[in-house]
């Protein structure tokens, strides 16, 4: 029988009182710091361990999450010195000229959005693509909800729920979860492919019937900022063809030298970081060693917007790991033989209460879905992590293929499909309102998710 302390039990009610704030929509920092303080406090017995606890705790999650923030960051870096000269508009136009109809407008420009988001970052990819494609996508009959909803699902729902190229996602579920990011990513495939093609071909349906019945449902705004289109010039040009080439090599190299999880997104990262040096020396010649610091900047910036409420987050949900709670702690702060607060949690689970597939797939998926009401989908990750090595172990099941469930859920809901002040970037881009957009997502999303859960039953 397994034994739970004081630690245990203090973990399991503060997860619980997470996840109630989380339903309230209210942001979660303050539970989880709080969260961290009473663990420090059970386990060193003292306030000032406590409160050392929190700072040392932040350390240990900011670690684990280093890699991730620095390639965001350097991608975004990259992404704003080619909309400063104009490359990213004629390194996605040729690809407008194909675009004939609303049919082939809606996938063509939701599968340049899903290879763009892969590579680029969804954020990023949505200004990239939505500025080129959505006056095609209009031209040829689209409605500019049907571009937002194109650019949303294949980049805020297939592209981020997957990530398989800069592998954010995958590595801080990967994380919490105590298994490997490869294991995460290819016990997710087959939930990624039936999520992402339940809910893009239900939306599709759905909108094609409304465009047929003259019941689209989209307030546009007219009124926006002309941005000043950047002079091309061949530096231009030439980053249009260095970046996708660039990039293309990286996908080439990973796969003959069969670079994974840290490896592979440091080549990433440091591809960005080459590009963006050569092309500012090209552009600025003398002026490039301080220009260079200003997209840097601007790219960290957004790496901390995003990053920065994660992490006292994720300092709580990785304590319930063995490795980061005597790295905080000290060694034996939990009773000898423990596997960490969740494993035991999830042996205790497995011996007092009978649990079956169905029913902790359910659990996964709404808690993961309940996580990304928050509107960001990736402080939800870490908790879906860690209720998969609680699950798993209770039903001698999948932890990977729960682990990807629990993404799935948490990414499509609180990334950017369903909650609406998540959504904002595309439906900016599109000039419609983000409420419209959530809206028409909510019953593709809902439903997606349904089908994807019954699939992962006979997968876990």
Same mark, same amino acid.
Request: aromatic share 8%; glycine share 10%.
């Given at each position: ?12 009610v ?11 929509r209210?942001?979660? &920092? ?17 306030i ?19 890699g ?18 104009g ?25 340049i959005?899903?290879?763009a ?25 689209? !409605?500019a ?8 699902? @294949? ?6 729920s ?6 954010g996602?995958p ?17 997710? =495939? ?28 989209? $307030? ?12 091309i ?10 970046? !996708? ?9 990973m ?5 994974r999880?840290?490896e592979? $997104? ?45 992490? !006292? ?14 790295? %905080? ?10 596997q ?7 042996r ?9 597939? !169905?029913? &902790?797939? $359910? ?6 879905? =309940? ?6 989908? @990736? ?13 798993? $172990?209770? %039903? ?65």
């Amino acid at each position: 029988m397994v034994h739970l302390t004081l630690l245990h039990w203090i973990y399991a009610v503060m997860v619980v009182v997470i996840l109630a704030v989380m339903v309230m929509r209210k942001d979660t &920092v303050i539970p989880c710091i709080a969260g961290i303080f009473l663990l420090g406090l059970a386990g060193t017995g003292s306030i000032t361990g406590a409160t050392r606890a929190i700072f040392d705790s932040f350390i240990v999650a900011g670690n684990e999450l280093l890699g991730i923030i620095l390639v965001i960051s350097l991608i975004v870096a990259m992404s704003k010195m080619m909309e400063k000269i104009g490359a990213n508009v004629l390194m996605v136009s040729p690809f407008a000229r194909l675009i004939k109809n609303p049919d082939i407008a809606f996938w063509f420009i939701g599968i340049i959005m899903l290879l763009a988001s892969w590579f680029f970052w969804p954020s990023p990819a949505t200004a990239l693509v939505g500025a080129v494609l959505l006056p095609a996508g209009i031209r040829a009959g689209l !409605p500019a909800i049907g571009v937002a909803m194109a650019i949303n699902l @294949f980049g805020h729902g297939i592209a981020l729920s997957s990530d398989y190229i800069i592998q954010g996602a995958p590595t801080i579920t990967a994380t919490a979860a105590g298994i490997g990011v490869v294991d995460v990513m290819a016990g997710g =495939i087959p939930l990624v492919m039936v999520m992402g093609v339940t809910t893009v071909v239900v939306a599709y349906i759905f909108l094609k019937r409304d465009m047929r019945l003259g019941n689209i449902e989209e $307030t546009v705004i007219e009124e926006f900022e002309e941005k000043k289109e950047a002079e091309i010039t061949w530096i231009s040009r030439f980053t249009a063809w260095l970046v !996708p080439l660039a990039f293309l090599l990286d996908v080439v190299i990973m796969f003959f030298l069969r670079l994974r999880g840290g490896e592979a $997104t440091a080549l990433i990262g440091g591809t960005a970081v080459l590009v963006l040096m050569a092309v500012c020396i090209l552009l600025y010649g003398k002026k490039a060693l301080e220009e260079i610091t200003r997209f840097l900047i601007e790219g960290f910036r957004f790496g901390m917007e995003v990053f920065g409420p994660i992490i !006292p987050i994720a300092a709580f949900f990785y304590m319930g790991e063995i490795s980061p709670i005597d790295a %905080v702690f000290g060694e034996g702060i939990l009773p000898a033989g423990s596997q960490g607060i969740l494993s035991d949690i999830g042996r205790a689970m497995a011996a007092a209460v009978p649990m079956n597939t !169905p029913a &902790v797939a $359910t659990m996964e998926t709404v808690v993961g879905a =309940i996580t990304g009401l928050d509107g960001s989908g @990736f402080s939800g990750m870490s908790l879906a992590g860690s209720l998969a090595k609680v699950f798993g $172990t209770a %039903v001698n099941g999948s932890i990977a293929a729960l682990a990807a469930l629990g993404q799935i859920a948490a990414i499509w809901v609180g990334g950017g499909t369903l909650v609406p002040w998540g959504l904002i970037p595309a439906a900016a881009i599109c000039r419609v309102l983000p409420v419209d957009l959530a809206r028409r997502n909510f019953k593709p999303v809902m439903i997606g998710l349904i089908v994807t859960t019954i699939i992962a039953m006979f997968i876990i």
